[in-house]
Protein backbone atom coordinates (compact mmCIF):
# COMPACT_ATOMS: atom_id res chain seq x y z
CA UNK A 1 0.00 0.00 0.00
CA UNK A 2 2.97 2.61 0.77
CA UNK A 3 4.43 1.81 -2.62
CA UNK A 4 1.24 2.27 -4.10
CA UNK A 5 0.95 5.87 -2.01
CA UNK A 6 4.37 6.61 -2.81
CA UNK A 7 3.68 5.84 -6.50
CA UNK A 8 0.93 7.93 -6.87
CA UNK A 9 2.89 11.13 -5.19
CA UNK A 10 5.90 10.47 -7.30
CA UNK A 11 3.01 10.31 -10.94
CA UNK A 12 1.31 13.79 -9.60
CA UNK A 13 4.19 15.61 -8.63
CA UNK A 14 6.12 15.07 -12.39
CA UNK A 15 2.88 15.65 -14.13
CA UNK A 16 2.59 19.11 -12.08
CA UNK A 17 6.38 19.37 -12.66
CA UNK A 18 5.94 19.34 -16.78
CA UNK A 19 2.90 21.51 -16.41
CA UNK A 20 4.97 24.11 -14.65
CA UNK A 21 7.36 23.57 -17.45
CA UNK A 22 5.15 24.40 -20.25
CA UNK A 23 3.39 27.33 -18.68
CA UNK A 24 6.78 28.61 -18.06
CA UNK A 25 7.37 27.33 -22.31
CA UNK A 26 4.25 29.24 -23.72
CA UNK A 27 3.77 32.12 -21.18
CA UNK A 28 7.13 32.81 -20.44
CA UNK A 29 8.79 34.91 -19.02
CA UNK A 30 6.18 34.72 -15.91
CA UNK A 31 6.46 34.64 -12.08
CA UNK A 32 5.88 31.56 -9.58
CA UNK A 33 2.93 33.47 -8.49
CA UNK A 34 1.37 33.62 -12.03
CA UNK A 35 1.64 30.15 -12.01
CA UNK A 36 0.20 29.21 -8.89
CA UNK A 37 -2.46 31.03 -10.03
CA UNK A 38 -2.74 29.47 -13.67
CA UNK A 39 -2.24 25.56 -12.02
CA UNK A 40 -4.39 26.32 -9.13
CA UNK A 41 -1.25 24.32 -6.96
CA UNK A 42 -0.14 26.05 -3.66
CA UNK A 43 2.39 28.86 -3.78
CA UNK A 44 5.03 26.62 -1.76
CA UNK A 45 4.24 24.08 -4.18
CA UNK A 46 5.46 25.99 -7.21
CA UNK A 47 7.94 26.89 -5.10
CA UNK A 48 9.23 23.45 -4.65
CA UNK A 49 8.78 22.21 -8.47
CA UNK A 50 10.37 25.40 -9.97
CA UNK A 51 13.36 24.70 -7.63
CA UNK A 52 13.53 21.03 -9.26
CA UNK A 53 13.56 22.56 -12.31
CA UNK A 54 16.00 25.03 -12.12
CA UNK A 55 18.46 22.53 -11.13
CA UNK A 56 18.16 21.04 -14.71
CA UNK A 57 19.33 24.09 -16.16
CA UNK A 58 15.84 23.73 -18.43
CA UNK A 59 14.27 26.98 -16.23
CA UNK A 60 16.69 29.88 -15.89
CA UNK A 61 15.67 33.25 -13.34
CA UNK A 62 15.37 36.41 -15.47
CA UNK A 63 14.73 40.09 -14.35
CA UNK A 64 12.27 41.15 -11.67
CA UNK A 65 9.04 41.69 -12.55
CA UNK A 66 7.28 45.30 -11.46
CA UNK A 67 4.50 43.46 -8.94
CA UNK A 68 1.73 45.53 -6.92
CA UNK A 69 3.37 45.90 -3.66
CA UNK A 70 5.85 43.95 -1.67
CA UNK A 71 9.13 42.82 -3.33
CA UNK A 72 8.75 42.71 -7.03
CA UNK A 73 8.75 38.72 -8.69
CA UNK A 74 11.45 37.16 -10.44
CA UNK A 75 10.52 36.07 -13.75
CA UNK A 76 11.12 32.52 -14.97
CA UNK A 77 11.86 31.20 -18.80
CA UNK A 78 13.07 27.92 -21.01
CA UNK A 79 16.70 28.24 -21.21
CA UNK A 80 16.19 26.93 -24.92
CA UNK A 81 20.13 26.32 -24.70
CA UNK A 82 20.20 23.86 -22.04
CA UNK A 83 19.37 21.11 -23.96
CA UNK A 84 18.97 19.68 -27.80
CA UNK A 85 16.81 17.58 -29.86
CA UNK A 86 16.73 15.70 -33.28
CA UNK A 87 14.43 16.29 -35.87
CA UNK A 88 14.36 13.84 -38.62
CA UNK A 89 12.14 13.63 -41.90
CA UNK A 90 11.88 10.47 -44.13
CA UNK A 91 10.27 11.94 -46.78
CA UNK A 92 10.02 9.68 -50.44
CA UNK A 93 13.13 11.41 -52.02
CA UNK A 94 15.42 12.78 -49.25
CA UNK A 95 15.62 12.20 -45.60
CA UNK A 96 16.21 15.71 -43.86
CA UNK A 97 17.88 16.10 -40.35
CA UNK A 98 17.73 19.06 -38.22
CA UNK A 99 19.12 19.55 -34.48
CA UNK A 100 17.30 22.03 -32.71
CA UNK A 101 16.93 23.95 -29.34
CA UNK A 102 14.43 23.60 -27.26
CA UNK A 103 12.26 26.44 -29.14
CA UNK A 104 13.12 24.31 -32.07
CA UNK A 105 15.47 27.12 -33.24
CA UNK A 106 17.74 25.33 -35.91
CA UNK A 107 21.43 24.86 -34.80
CA UNK A 108 22.55 22.71 -38.18
CA UNK A 109 20.60 20.80 -40.51
CA UNK A 110 21.65 17.91 -43.05
CA UNK A 111 20.07 16.00 -46.01
CA UNK A 112 20.77 12.76 -48.09
CA UNK A 113 18.92 11.87 -50.95
CA UNK A 114 17.43 8.54 -51.28
CA UNK A 115 15.75 8.43 -54.88
CA UNK A 116 18.74 5.91 -55.68
CA UNK A 117 18.83 3.73 -52.64
CA UNK A 118 18.33 0.05 -52.10
CA UNK A 119 15.35 -0.58 -49.84
CA UNK A 120 17.58 -2.44 -47.38
CA UNK A 121 19.84 0.47 -47.68
CA UNK A 122 17.31 3.42 -46.37
CA UNK A 123 17.94 2.80 -42.61
CA UNK A 124 21.80 2.96 -43.28
CA UNK A 125 21.43 6.35 -45.13
CA UNK A 126 19.39 7.46 -42.39
CA UNK A 127 21.47 6.71 -39.19
CA UNK A 128 24.60 8.22 -41.20
CA UNK A 129 22.41 11.76 -41.55
CA UNK A 130 21.56 11.86 -38.19
CA UNK A 131 25.34 11.14 -37.02
CA UNK A 132 26.92 13.65 -39.56
CA UNK A 133 24.01 16.22 -38.16
CA UNK A 134 25.39 15.68 -34.79
CA UNK A 135 28.81 15.87 -35.36
CA UNK A 136 28.23 18.75 -37.20
CA UNK A 137 26.09 20.06 -34.30
CA UNK A 138 29.38 20.08 -32.30
CA UNK A 139 26.58 19.54 -28.97
CA UNK A 140 27.34 17.08 -26.48
CA UNK A 141 26.31 13.83 -26.76
CA UNK A 142 24.45 13.82 -23.54
CA UNK A 143 22.97 17.56 -24.57
CA UNK A 144 20.41 15.40 -26.90
CA UNK A 145 17.17 14.87 -25.05
CA UNK A 146 15.27 12.75 -27.91
CA UNK A 147 15.28 12.16 -31.63
CA UNK A 148 12.32 12.05 -33.10
CA UNK A 149 11.85 10.79 -36.29
CA UNK A 150 8.66 11.66 -39.55
CA UNK A 151 8.39 8.94 -42.32
CA UNK A 152 6.24 8.24 -44.99
CA UNK A 153 3.89 5.81 -45.29
CA UNK A 154 1.95 3.30 -42.31
CA UNK A 155 3.63 3.65 -38.81
CA UNK A 156 3.05 2.17 -35.61
CA UNK A 157 3.54 5.29 -33.21
CA UNK A 158 3.49 3.55 -30.36
CA UNK A 159 5.72 0.60 -30.72
CA UNK A 160 7.90 2.96 -33.04
CA UNK A 161 7.47 0.40 -36.08
CA UNK A 162 7.37 1.86 -39.94
CA UNK A 163 4.49 -0.97 -40.41
CA UNK A 164 4.42 0.12 -44.36
CA UNK A 165 6.70 2.34 -46.55
CA UNK A 166 5.46 2.46 -49.73
CA UNK A 167 8.16 4.58 -51.88
CA UNK A 168 10.78 2.59 -50.40
CA UNK A 169 8.89 -1.00 -50.30
CA UNK A 170 9.52 -1.46 -46.55
CA UNK A 171 7.63 -3.45 -44.09
CA UNK A 172 7.67 -4.04 -40.26
CA UNK A 173 10.69 -2.00 -39.89
CA UNK A 174 11.77 -1.22 -36.23
CA UNK A 175 12.74 2.47 -36.63
CA UNK A 176 12.52 3.51 -33.10
CA UNK A 177 15.16 0.26 -31.65
CA UNK A 178 17.47 0.84 -34.74
CA UNK A 179 17.96 4.56 -33.77
CA UNK A 180 18.20 4.00 -30.11
CA UNK A 181 20.80 0.75 -30.34
CA UNK A 182 22.95 3.32 -32.40
CA UNK A 183 22.96 6.25 -30.28
CA UNK A 184 21.17 5.47 -27.08
CA UNK A 185 19.18 8.52 -27.40
CA UNK A 186 15.02 8.24 -26.77
CA UNK A 187 13.57 8.26 -30.47
CA UNK A 188 9.87 8.75 -31.12
CA UNK A 189 8.34 7.92 -34.40
CA UNK A 190 5.16 9.15 -36.30
CA UNK A 191 4.10 9.58 -39.73
CA UNK A 192 5.71 12.59 -41.68
CA UNK A 193 2.88 14.46 -42.54
CA UNK A 194 1.09 14.03 -38.73
CA UNK A 195 4.54 14.85 -37.69
CA UNK A 196 4.08 18.42 -39.75
CA UNK A 197 0.87 19.01 -38.51
CA UNK A 198 2.29 18.65 -34.78
CA UNK A 199 5.11 21.27 -35.81
CA UNK A 200 2.72 23.51 -37.00
CA UNK A 201 0.36 23.42 -34.28
CA UNK A 202 3.54 24.28 -32.14
CA UNK A 203 5.45 26.88 -34.26
CA UNK A 204 3.44 27.49 -37.56
CA UNK A 205 0.25 28.71 -38.64
CA UNK A 206 -1.47 26.54 -36.20
CA UNK A 207 -0.74 27.97 -33.04
CA UNK A 208 -3.21 28.72 -30.62
CA UNK A 209 -6.11 26.94 -33.30
CA UNK A 210 -8.15 24.18 -31.84
CA UNK A 211 -9.11 22.55 -35.32
CA UNK A 212 -6.86 22.67 -38.65
CA UNK A 213 -5.93 20.39 -41.20
CA UNK A 214 -2.01 20.15 -42.91
CA UNK A 215 -1.57 19.31 -46.25
CA UNK A 216 1.57 18.40 -47.89
CA UNK A 217 2.29 18.29 -51.37
CA UNK A 218 5.30 17.02 -52.41
CA UNK A 219 6.05 13.61 -54.01
CA UNK A 220 2.98 12.49 -52.81
CA UNK A 221 0.04 14.29 -50.68
CA UNK A 222 -1.35 13.33 -46.68
CA UNK A 223 -3.37 15.33 -44.37
CA UNK A 224 -2.67 16.20 -40.57
CA UNK A 225 -5.49 16.69 -38.90
CA UNK A 226 -5.83 18.56 -35.75
CA UNK A 227 -8.81 18.26 -33.89
CA UNK A 228 -9.40 19.86 -30.22
CA UNK A 229 -5.50 20.51 -30.42
CA UNK A 230 -4.91 16.89 -30.97
CA UNK A 231 -3.42 14.81 -33.78
CA UNK A 232 -6.63 12.94 -35.15
CA UNK A 233 -5.11 8.90 -35.78
CA UNK A 234 -7.61 6.57 -36.95
CA UNK A 235 -8.55 3.42 -36.01
CA UNK A 236 -5.74 1.78 -38.20
CA UNK A 237 -3.13 5.24 -37.92
CA UNK A 238 -3.97 6.07 -41.73
CA UNK A 239 -6.47 9.00 -41.12
CA UNK A 240 -5.50 12.06 -43.46
CA UNK A 241 -5.46 10.04 -46.82
CA UNK A 242 -6.65 13.06 -48.99
CA UNK A 243 -4.09 11.88 -51.65
CA UNK A 244 -6.27 8.75 -52.33
CA UNK A 245 -9.58 10.56 -52.59
CA UNK A 246 -11.28 10.79 -56.03
CA UNK A 247 -10.85 13.69 -57.69
CA UNK A 248 -11.73 13.03 -61.20
CA UNK A 249 -13.85 10.44 -62.56
CA UNK A 250 -11.87 7.55 -64.80
CA UNK A 251 -8.75 9.73 -64.35
CA UNK A 252 -5.69 8.19 -64.25
CA UNK A 253 -4.72 5.01 -62.34
CA UNK A 254 -2.93 6.21 -58.98
CA UNK A 255 -0.47 3.24 -56.87
CA UNK A 256 -3.14 2.68 -54.73
CA UNK A 257 -5.34 1.05 -57.54
CA UNK A 258 -7.95 3.56 -57.85
CA UNK A 259 -8.59 6.36 -60.88
CA UNK A 260 -8.42 9.86 -60.78
CA UNK A 261 -7.12 10.18 -56.80
CA UNK A 262 -5.74 13.73 -56.24
CA UNK A 263 -2.07 12.57 -55.47
CA UNK A 264 -2.14 11.39 -59.33
CA UNK A 265 -3.48 14.57 -60.41
CA UNK A 266 -1.33 17.10 -58.45
CA UNK A 267 1.28 15.89 -56.75
CA UNK A 268 4.81 16.58 -57.84
CA UNK A 269 5.46 13.51 -60.83
CA UNK A 270 1.75 13.71 -61.44
CA UNK A 271 2.18 17.70 -62.46
CA UNK A 272 5.09 16.54 -64.82
CA UNK A 273 3.36 13.44 -66.37
CA UNK A 274 0.46 15.90 -67.40
CA UNK A 275 3.51 17.89 -68.81
CA UNK A 276 5.15 15.14 -70.93
CA UNK A 277 1.44 13.75 -72.01
CA UNK A 278 0.52 17.50 -72.91
CA UNK A 279 3.72 17.69 -75.23
CA UNK A 280 3.28 14.47 -76.66
CA UNK A 281 -0.03 15.11 -77.51
CA UNK A 282 1.70 18.24 -79.60
CA UNK A 283 1.57 20.94 -76.94
CA UNK A 284 3.86 23.90 -77.63
CA UNK A 285 5.98 24.75 -74.69
CA UNK A 286 9.77 25.87 -73.96
CA UNK A 287 9.83 22.86 -71.60
CA UNK A 288 11.62 20.80 -74.69
CA UNK A 289 14.08 23.19 -75.42
CA UNK A 290 14.85 23.67 -71.40
CA UNK A 291 15.40 19.47 -71.11
CA UNK A 292 17.25 19.34 -74.21
CA UNK A 293 14.32 16.79 -75.71
CA UNK A 294 14.73 14.51 -72.49
CA UNK A 295 11.18 14.66 -71.45
CA UNK A 296 12.14 12.34 -68.84
CA UNK A 297 14.26 15.26 -66.83
CA UNK A 298 10.83 17.36 -66.52
CA UNK A 299 9.85 18.34 -62.90
CA UNK A 300 7.37 19.69 -61.07
CA UNK A 301 10.03 22.69 -60.08
CA UNK A 302 11.14 23.58 -63.49
CA UNK A 303 7.20 23.49 -64.27
CA UNK A 304 7.08 26.10 -62.00
CA UNK A 305 10.36 28.43 -62.99
CA UNK A 306 8.52 28.12 -66.67
CA UNK A 307 5.28 29.30 -65.72
CA UNK A 308 6.79 31.94 -63.42
CA UNK A 309 8.24 32.67 -66.81
CA UNK A 310 5.30 32.85 -68.90
CA UNK A 311 4.97 29.72 -70.47
CA UNK A 312 1.56 29.13 -70.94
CA UNK A 313 1.40 25.44 -70.85
CA UNK A 314 3.01 25.31 -67.74
CA UNK A 315 1.46 28.06 -66.23
CA UNK A 316 -2.40 26.05 -67.26
CA UNK A 317 -0.81 23.23 -65.58
CA UNK A 318 0.17 24.91 -62.24
CA UNK A 319 -3.26 26.60 -62.24
CA UNK A 320 -4.84 22.98 -63.02
CA UNK A 321 -3.30 21.53 -60.06
CA UNK A 322 -4.17 24.28 -57.84
CA UNK A 323 -8.09 23.28 -59.09
CA UNK A 324 -7.80 19.60 -58.11
CA UNK A 325 -6.59 20.52 -55.14
CA UNK A 326 -9.49 22.78 -54.06
CA UNK A 327 -11.84 20.13 -55.02
CA UNK A 328 -9.85 17.95 -52.36
CA UNK A 329 -9.93 20.71 -49.85
CA UNK A 330 -13.16 21.58 -50.65
CA UNK A 331 -14.21 18.24 -49.06
CA UNK A 332 -12.08 18.28 -46.04
CA UNK A 333 -13.80 22.02 -45.29
CA UNK A 334 -16.95 20.17 -45.20
CA UNK A 335 -15.96 17.20 -43.55
CA UNK A 336 -14.47 18.91 -40.67
CA UNK A 337 -14.86 22.47 -40.97
CA UNK A 338 -12.00 23.59 -39.60
CA UNK A 339 -10.68 26.89 -38.58
CA UNK A 340 -7.50 26.85 -41.03
CA UNK A 341 -6.36 25.14 -44.24
CA UNK A 342 -2.32 24.97 -44.15
CA UNK A 343 -0.26 23.83 -47.15
CA UNK A 344 3.36 22.91 -47.25
CA UNK A 345 5.40 20.62 -49.12
CA UNK A 346 7.34 20.97 -52.44
CA UNK A 347 4.79 21.67 -54.79
CA UNK A 348 3.16 24.54 -52.50
CA UNK A 349 6.63 26.73 -53.58
CA UNK A 350 4.45 27.35 -56.52
CA UNK A 351 3.32 30.44 -54.66
CA UNK A 352 0.07 32.97 -55.42
CA UNK A 353 -0.02 30.66 -59.04
CA UNK A 354 -1.05 27.66 -57.66
CA UNK A 355 -3.30 29.32 -54.67
CA UNK A 356 -4.97 31.56 -56.07
CA UNK A 357 -6.68 28.78 -58.43
CA UNK A 358 -7.07 26.87 -55.31
CA UNK A 359 -8.65 28.78 -52.68
CA UNK A 360 -11.04 29.71 -55.45
CA UNK A 361 -12.45 26.07 -56.28
CA UNK A 362 -11.94 25.37 -52.54
CA UNK A 363 -14.22 28.00 -51.88
CA UNK A 364 -16.62 27.37 -54.60
CA UNK A 365 -17.06 24.38 -54.18
CA UNK A 366 -17.41 24.23 -50.33
CA UNK A 367 -20.82 24.64 -48.68
CA UNK A 368 -20.75 28.39 -47.48
CA UNK A 369 -20.91 28.79 -44.00
CA UNK A 370 -17.83 26.24 -43.41
CA UNK A 371 -16.24 28.07 -46.25
CA UNK A 372 -16.82 31.49 -44.96
CA UNK A 373 -14.90 30.58 -41.51
CA UNK A 374 -12.13 29.05 -42.68
CA UNK A 375 -8.65 30.53 -43.95
CA UNK A 376 -6.18 28.79 -46.43
CA UNK A 377 -2.59 29.25 -46.67
CA UNK A 378 0.91 28.13 -46.90
CA UNK A 379 3.22 27.23 -43.92
CA UNK A 380 6.17 29.78 -42.42
CA UNK A 381 8.24 27.10 -41.82
CA UNK A 382 8.78 26.36 -45.42
CA UNK A 383 11.26 23.72 -46.66
CA UNK A 384 11.82 22.79 -43.05
CA UNK A 385 8.73 21.85 -41.77
CA UNK A 386 9.27 17.92 -41.85
CA UNK A 387 12.03 17.79 -39.77
CA UNK A 388 10.85 20.79 -37.45
CA UNK A 389 7.44 18.88 -37.02
CA UNK A 390 9.96 15.17 -36.60
CA UNK A 391 11.72 17.20 -33.65
CA UNK A 392 8.39 18.41 -31.84
CA UNK A 393 7.52 14.81 -31.25
CA UNK A 394 10.40 14.91 -28.72
CA UNK A 395 9.84 18.44 -27.30
CA UNK A 396 6.40 17.49 -27.12
CA UNK A 397 7.34 14.22 -24.99
CA UNK A 398 9.51 17.26 -22.61
CA UNK A 399 6.73 19.68 -22.11
CA UNK A 400 3.29 17.57 -22.22
CA UNK A 401 3.86 13.96 -20.58
CA UNK A 402 5.51 13.37 -17.70
CA UNK A 403 8.40 10.52 -17.58
CA UNK A 404 6.85 7.48 -16.09
CA UNK A 405 9.93 5.74 -16.44
Known sequence: MDKMVTGSFQLMKQMNKTLILDIIRTHGPISRAEIAKMTKLTP????NLVK?????????????????????AINLQ????????????????????????????????????LQHVSSDRIMDVVVETIRRCMQSSRVKADKFMGI????????????????????????DVHVKEIIEQTFDIPTYLDNDVRAMALGESWFGHGQNVDNFIFINVGMGIGAGIVLQEEVYRGISESAGEIGHTTVVE??????????GCLEVMAAGPAIAKRAVKAINDGAQTRLTKRVNDQLDEITAKIIHEEAVDGDPLCRQIIEDTGKYLGIGIANLINIFNPAKIIIGGGVSNAGQMLLEPLIHTALVRAMEVPASKVSIETTPLHDRVGPIGAATLVLKHIFKQPNLG
Request: proline share 4%.
Open 250 to 259: DGPQCNCGNH
Open 44 to 47: PTVT
Open 52 to 72: DLLSTGMVVEGERMNSTGGRK
Open 148 to 171: GVGMHGLVNAEEGVAVFAPNFGLR
Open 78 to 113: INPTAYYVIGVNVGVSKVSVVVTDLMANVVVESSSA
